[in-house]
């Protein structure tokens, strides 16, 4: 194991931003920490790095208790958000810094550099200064600067935030090249879901000073373990119902609930996709109103609401929605294939996803 | 309108910069160059130079240091009473010249505890060198510090945590990151410091007892000259004074070319 945390929490005055949270980290995992600006993922990944000093619990790197360790002797490599490269220096120095603070020869120094240049596509950009580079140079510069040293673990701080979005989705595409070749263990903060999905092997999920969720990106996605989840990461049409009789029934849907108590008020989530939608009154049993079409580039999102009022999110993919003739204001037939419980406090266990009774197969065949 | 309003700020200009300057120097040299190097190099002449000059350099390190130390706690630390501190920095701005240097009298006059003190010790502050410098470092003390206030507070922390990531201990830290990311600033309030040690008269004047060949200063010898009605002396110094102040003000220009392009250097990046 190369990165234990445990119990790690921390307070600023009467704020909380981080709750006793616990985690491990695999040697050479790339892991994302995802959360809304303020879930405390940027002030655990300071307090690993040793920027921040925890108000309780423990840190392990390498089986090794980091606590009371210093930032200058944890051996680990930190990529800042708006790049902090040291703006007197050429990008030769900037690099060259931190293994001339520790002291390497000359005839290490210089090899290592051009190592490092080549590996990031920095070549003949050694003499420039940080202000003659672009946003993606410089981020790149940043990674080589904390790479140089060969540290133990490279934490990244909302590294792509400061990038518009084509350089970003370039510098993502960087990360994982990067962590291909060299297997560094990476920690890296994003608030953006997409990002995590794509970059990370595994995710932890942060809300307010908590961990809700710690899995791979299609854990996650598919099987959100809290409510925060399931919105945060993709999108989900929630409702909320109270179970009677063994189901929950919500305007005209009903959704079978066996094994929960009367009486218990519970939340049900369904990804968009699972609300199929048809232009034929007979092809599903809900009726519905198409509110909204919205073209995403690779699918459409409808948007429908129920004779009862509820708004429901729909996506239809390309070759589907050419099927079909949609049109704003008219009345389409829709029906809720998949749902699942969401569980109303954190950690509780959830059960899969299951078919609701009122799943009508086609009407007509 | 326009040529009115042209003219007009080039007539101020005259009456105010151009004319007094080019006055003085046509009247330096007025009884031709010997009389003007007799002047400049009398012992009266030479002792003033020397005196100012010491008193700017000791002015300008103590300033160095402390304006540093002092600017880096104000905008770096939270601590009760940051704010009044911050209030003061201004206030040797507010403050005649001539006030700071009576109130020094009235701390370190006969018969307060300060002078029995130092008394004790053998060091005569009052009317010699200490009184002088403490004087001129009244006058000069918010030159640095409000230089490298602003400046801080654009730099920001992070390379400094970026370099203790990296592996560097505070000083490494201090010299090699913060101290580079603030050399402009500090040129810029040097200069300005040492512009301001050179020209000081009211409280020098008031604190040093304009002693001849001990405690007078250059600005203090022109004074006693023009008094004396040694016109050629008193135009000789202050010509020699205002050459200084001209390599001055080009050395601030190009300063401020530099701090200004440094920071914008700093907030092209997005913060």
């Not at chain 1, 989840?229 to 849907?253: D, H, T, W």
Request: with cysteine; aromatic share 10%; hydrophobic share 45%.
């Amino acid at each position: 194991m190369k990165i234990e945390v445990k119990d790690l929490a921390k307070t600023f005055g009467p704020v909380v931003a981080v709750g006793r949270v616990s985690f491990q980290v695999e040697e050479g995992e790339l892991l994302g920490l995802l959360g809304p600006s303020g879930s405390g993922k940027t002030t655990v990944l300071r307090m690993i790095a040793g920027l921040e000093a925890p108000s309780f619990g423990d840190i392990w790197i390498d089986g090794r208790r980091v606590n009371d360790l210093p930032v200058q002797e944890r051996n680990i490599g930190f990529v800042f958000q708006h790049y902090a490269l040291f703006k007197h220096l050429t990008v030769y120095d900037n690099i060259a810094f931190g293994l001339r603070v520790k002291k390497w020869g000359r005839q290490a120094i210089g090899p290592r550099i051009a190592e490092l240049l080549t590996l990031m596509s920095l070549e003949r950009l050694d003499d420039r200064y940080p202000h003659q580079l672009s946003g993606g140079q410089r981020q790149r510069v940043a990674i080589a600067r904390a790479l140089a040293p060969r540290p133990s673990v490279l934490l990244l701080d909302e590294p792509f935030g400061a990038v518009d979005a084509k350089v970003r989705q370039e510098l993502r595409e960087w990360l994982i090249r990067l962590h291909n070749e060299l297997n560094v263990t990476s920690l890296f903060v994003t608030h953006d879901q997409e990002e995590a999905m794509e970059v990370s092997n595994r995710i932890l999920v942060f809300s307010k000073g908590r961990l809700e969720q710690s899995g791979s990106p299609a854990e996650v996605y598919e099987e959100p373990a809290t409510e925060f989840v399931a919105r945060f990461i993709g999108s989900m049409n929630i409702l909320e119902g109270v179970v009677k009789n063994g189901a929950v029934v919500i305007g005209s849907l009903e959704f079978p609930a066996s094994g929960i108590d009367d009486g218990t008020p519970v939340q049900v989530g369904f990804r968009p996709y699972y609300v199929k939608v048809s232009d034929n009154h007979m092809r599903y049993r809900q009726r519905a109103k198409l509110r909204h079409i919205y073209f995403l580039g690779v699918a459409y999102r409808l948007e429908i609401e129920t004779s009862d009022g509820l708004l429901l999110r729909s996506r239809v993919n390309k070759e589907e929605f050419r099927q079909y003739r949609f049109q704003v204001g008219q009345t389409v037939s829709y029906a809720v294939t998949q749902f699942r419980f969401l569980p109303r406090e954190a950690g509780a266990h959830l059960p899969p996803d299951r078919p609701p009774m009122t799943t009508p197969g086609p009407l007509t065949p | 309108m326009r040529p009115v309003m042209i003219g007009s700020v080039w007539a101020y200009f005259l009456v105010l910069l151009i004319g007094p300057v080019f006055y003085l120097v046509v009247q330096s040299f007025s009884e031709g160059i010997a009389p003007f190097w007799t002047e400049l190099t009398r012992p009266e002449a030479l002792h003033g130079f020397l005196l100012t000059a010491e008193i700017t350099v000791i002015v300008l390190v103590v300033n160095l240091c402390f304006g540093t130390v002092t600017a880096l706690v104000l905008v770096r630390q939270k601590f009760p009473g940051r704010t009044f501190l911050s209030g003061l920095i201004d206030l040797p701005f507010a403050v005649s010249p001539v006030i700071a240097g009576f109130m020094l009298i009235l701390l370190f006059g006969p018969d307060t505890i300060l002078e029995a003190f130092f008394g004790s010790l053998g060091v005569k502050v009052l009317f010699a060198f200490p009184a002088m410098v403490l004087a001129t470092l009244f006058a000069t003390f918010p030159f640095i510090v409000r230089e490298l206030t602003p400046l801080l507070q654009t730099i920001g922390t992070e390379s400094e945590e970026a370099a203790r990531t990296l592996g560097a201990g505070e000083w490494q830290v201090f010299f090699k990151v913060t101290l580079p990311a603030l050399r402009w600033g500090l040129v810029y309030g040097a200069t300005l410091t040492v512009a301001r040690s050179i020209g000081e008269f009211g409280a020098v004047l008031v604190v040093s007892g304009n002693i001849l060949l001990l405690t007078q200063t250059a600005t203090l010898h022109i004074y006693q000259s023009y008094v004396d009605f040694n016109y050629i002396g008193a135009n000789a110094v202050a010509f020699a004074l205002l050459a200084v102040s001209f390599a001055i003000l080009a050395l601030l220009e190009i300063a401020k070319a530099r701090a200004q392009a440094a920071t914008q250097q700093m907030s092209a990046d997005p913060v």
